[in-house]
Nanobody, 118 residues
Framework: QVQLVESGGGLVQAGGSLRLSCAASGIIGSIDAMGWYRQAPGKQRELVAIISSGGTTNYADSVKGRFTISRDSAKNTVSLQMNSLKPEDTAVYYC????????????WGQGTLVSVSS
């Protein structure tokens, strides 16, 4: 069973930085993509950043130039470096992995809270 363990959330002042990390275990097949989504109170879950197995990245317009996603394929980990944080970045951040194990599986982490104070 694929499991994701996230770390790195917390409280930071506007303009500060945080780094989120996620480690995947129980992978039998291959990881197709890894990424981060977030959900703010009263809002729908939205894509923050995603990176494919080939290294192609995609970012939400709201975080371009401030956030950087990276992955270590050998360790099955994905990280999100968040700089110049804004109060509107406050949300629960979820790690996401798409795995191919005979079929595609989408796995979510438990979520980690990022709070940015003004």
């Amino acid at each position: 069973q694929v499991q994701l363990v996230e770390s790195g959330g917390g409280l930071v002042q506007a303009g500060g930085s945080l780094r989120l990390s996620c480690a995947a275990s129980g992978i039998i097949g291959s990881i197709d993509a890894m990424g981060w989504y977030r959900q703010a109170p009263g809002k729908q879950r939205e894509l923050v950043a995603i990176i494919s197995s080939g290294g192609t990245t995609n970012y939400a317009d709201s975080v371009k130039g401030r956030f950087t996603i990276s992955r270590d394929s050998a360790k099955n980990t994905v990280s999100l470096q968040m700089n110049s944080l804004k109060p509107e970045d406050t949300a629960v951040y979820y790690c996401y992995v798409r795995v191919f194990q005979g079929r595609y599986l989408e796995v979510w982490g438990q979520g980690t809270l990022v709070s940015v104070s003004s």
